[in-house]
C-alpha cells in the first residue's frame, strides 16, 4: 500500500500552495484531484482583497481581517509573507508576479471592453497597471478570425469613462484615446475557431513566432508613432511564453500587456504549471482524474484515503490531510434537495445559511450571494471544528474557498486566502509530525 506523510486533496491554488510548502519542509506528499480547479477558469492575477474605499490589498485585509468569523481573521497577518513566498516559488519556475500587498488597486481592462480592479498581476498583463499619461493611447489589438476577442468592440467601448469605474476618475486612471487594430496571423488565415490554446501553440513554435510578430509590428507601424501601450489576447505563448513575450516586446514600439480571455484561461495554465513544476522539483507527486471515493479513520486522525481510477482503486496510508477541494463552485460543498449543505470527502460538519436563504433576491447583492460564506469553520491551526469549537479530525487542515466566512467573489480575497491557508496548513502539519516524530522516537541515554 502507497504512503505518504499527507494526501492533499484538490489541486487548485490553495492545495499546490499546500503541497509545495510541505514538499519544501521534507514531506512526502502527494496532491489527489478529481480534475483541474479554478487556475485553468480565472485570469491569472492574484486578488488578495479589493474592497471598495480601499486604495491597496493590504488596506482590504486590514478590514477584512476585523471582521468576526471572517479567514482573515485568523491568516490576516500572514499575507503579505505568504505572497512573497509564493512569488518566489513562481519566479524560480520563469513565471513573476508583479505588485504586493501594498501596490494601488488599478482598473485594468477586460476581454468584454470592461475593467476590474487589480493590483498584483503576471508580468506579461503588469503593463496595465501603470498609470496613464495625458498623451497616451490604449490600441487593442485582435487577430482575424479569433472570436473570444472582438478588438473593434472591446476598443468602442474601453472609450467610455464610466466603463473604468470610480478608480477610472482618478488622474491617470484611464487612457485619453482608445483604437483597435486586427491582425492576420500568419498560419490561422482562414481557420474557423480558432482557440486562445491555438493562438499560444502558434506563439510557442519559433518559426511560427517570428511570423506572427512581424504581422503585429507591421500593423501597429501602420497607426502612428504616438506613446502609448497595446493590449492584446492573453495568448501570446504557453509552454515559451516567456520568449514568446520578450520577442514581441523587442519588436513594437508600443508597451504591450495581455488582456486574460473567456476560459480556458492560458494565464491560468500557465501559473498550473508552474505550481505543478515546483511541486515535482521539491519531491511532491500530483495526480489527476483520481477522485476520493472513501476515507480510514482511527478516533479523531485520518488514516487513509482511497481514490477511484477509471478500473481500480488505489488506498494511500497517510498521517495527514489537506481539505482543499473549494466551495460551492468547486464541488467542495455540495447542497441536497432537503436543504442541507454537504462536505463529501470527510463528512464535515458545514456552516450554511437556512435553505430559505440560499438564493439572493437580486444576483449581483452588493453584500454577496449568500451561499459563498458557506463552508467550514476550523480553529486558528485550521483544524475542523464542530458547532460545539471543539476539533473534529485533529491531523486535518482546510484551506482556500472550502474555509467558511468569505465572500470572495465581492470581497475578492480568494487568492490572498488560498495562499495563506495553504502555507498555513504545511506549516502546521510539519509541525504536528514534528511532534509525533518527537514522541515516539526511543530516548536516549
Known amino acids: 500500500m502507497p504512503s505518504a506523510d499527507v494526501v492533499v486533496v484538490g489541486a487548485g491554488l490553495a492545495g499546490l500552495t499546500a503541497a509545495i510548502g510541505l514538499a519544501e519542509a521534507g514531506a512526502r506528499v502527494e496532491v489527489v484531484a478529481r480534475g483541474h480547479a479554478s487556475t485553468h477558469w480565472t485570469a491569472g492575477g492574484l486578488d488578495l482583497a479589493g474592497l471598495p474605499g480601499t486604495a491597496t490589498p493590504e488596506e482590504g485585509i486590514a478590514r477584512l481581517a476585523g471582521v468576526p468569523g471572517h479567514p482573515y481573521a485568523i491568516l490576516g497577518g500572514a499575507v503579505a509573507a505568504a505572497l512573497e513566498r509564493f512569488q518566489r516559488v513562481l519566479a524560480a519556475r520563469g513565471l513573476v508576479y508583479v505588485g504586493g500587498v501594498a501596490s494601488p488597486i488599478r482598473p485594468v481592462p477586460t476581454a468584454i471592453g470592461g475593467s476590474r480592479p487589480a493590483s498584483i498581476l503576471p508580468s506579461a498583463q503588469s503593463a496595465a497597471l501603470a498609470p496613464w499619461s495625458a498623451e497616451e493611447r490604449l490600441v487593442i489589438c485582435g487577430f482575424a478570425g479569433f472570436k473570444d476577442f472582438w478588438s473593434d468592440h472591446v476598443a468602442a467601448s474601453l472609450t467610455r469613462a464610466a466603463v473604468w469605474g470610480e478608480r477610472g476618475t482618478l488622474d491617470g486612471g484611464r487612457p485619453m484615446r482608445v483604437e483597435s487594430v486586427i491582425v492576420e496571423l500568419p498560419g490561422l488565415a482562414g481557420r474557423r475557431n480558432v482557440s486562445a490554446l491555438d493562438v499560444a501553440r502558434l506563439f510557442d513554435d519559433t518559426t511560427s513566432r517570428r511570423r506572427a510578430v512581424g504581422a503585429i509590428a507591421s500593423a501597429l507601424g501602420g497607426i502612428g508613432s504616438r506613446p502609448g501601450r497595446?493590449?492584446?489576447?492573453?495568448?501570446?505563448?504557453?509552454?515559451?511564453?516567456?520568449?514568446?513575450?520578450?520577442?514581441?516586446?523587442?519588436?513594437?514600439?508600443?508597451?504591450?500587456?495581455?488582456?486574460?480571455?473567456?476560459?480556458?484561461?492560458?494565464?491560468?495554465?500557465?501559473?498550473?504549471?508552474?505550481?505543478?513544476?515546483?511541486?515535482?522539483?521539491?519531491?511532491?507527486?500530483?495526480?489527476?482524474?483520481?477522485?476520493?471515493?472513501?476515507?480510514?479513520?482511527?478516533?479523531?486522525?485520518?488514516?487513509?484515503?482511497?481514490?477511484?481510477?477509471?478500473?481500480?482503486?488505489?488506498?494511500?496510508?497517510t498521517g495527514g490531510v489537506v481539505l482543499a477541494t473549494g466551495g460551492i463552485a468547486g464541488g467542495g460543498l455540495i447542497g441536497t434537495v432537503e436543504g442541507r449543505l454537504l462536505e463529501p470527502v470527510l463528512g464535515l460538519p458545514t456552516e450554511a445559511p437556512p435553505a430559505d436563504r440560499w438564493l439572493a433576491h437580486t444576483p449581483f447583492d452588493p453584500v454577496g450571494h449568500p451561499l459563498e460564506a458557506a463552508g467550514i469553520r476550523t480553529d486558528d491551526r485550521l483544524r475542523p471544528v464542530g458547532a460545539d469549537g471543539k476539533v473534529v479530525l485533529e491531523n486535518v487542515a482546510v484551506v482556500g474557498s472550502t474555509l467558511a466566512g468569505m465572500h470572495y467573489l465581492e470581497e475578492r480575497c480568494g487568492d490572498g486566502v488560498a495562499i495563506a491557508s495553504g502555507f498555513g496548513a504545511a506549516k502546521v502539519l510539519v509541525g504536528s509530525r514534528s511532534r509525533r516524530e518527537q514522541a515516539t522516537a526511543a530516548p536516549t541515554r
Open 230 to 317: 497595446v493590449g492584446l489576447p492573453a495568448a501570446i505563448g504557453l509552454a515559451d511564453h516567456a520568449g514568446a513575450f520578450e520577442e514581441l516586446t523587442a519588436a513594437i514600439d508600443l508597451v504591450p500587456f495581455e488582456i486574460p480571455l473567456p476560459p480556458p484561461s492560458i494565464p491560468g495554465l500557465r501559473l498550473f504549471a508552474a505550481l505543478r513544476e515546483a511541486l515535482r522539483a521539491s519531491g511532491g507527486r500530483i495526480v489527476m482524474g483520481e477522485p476520493v471515493v472513501d476515507v480510514a479513520r482511527e478516533g479523531r486522525r485520518v488514516t487513509a484515503v482511497s481514490t477511484s481510477a477509471a478500473t481500480r482503486q488505489r488506498t494511500i496510508r
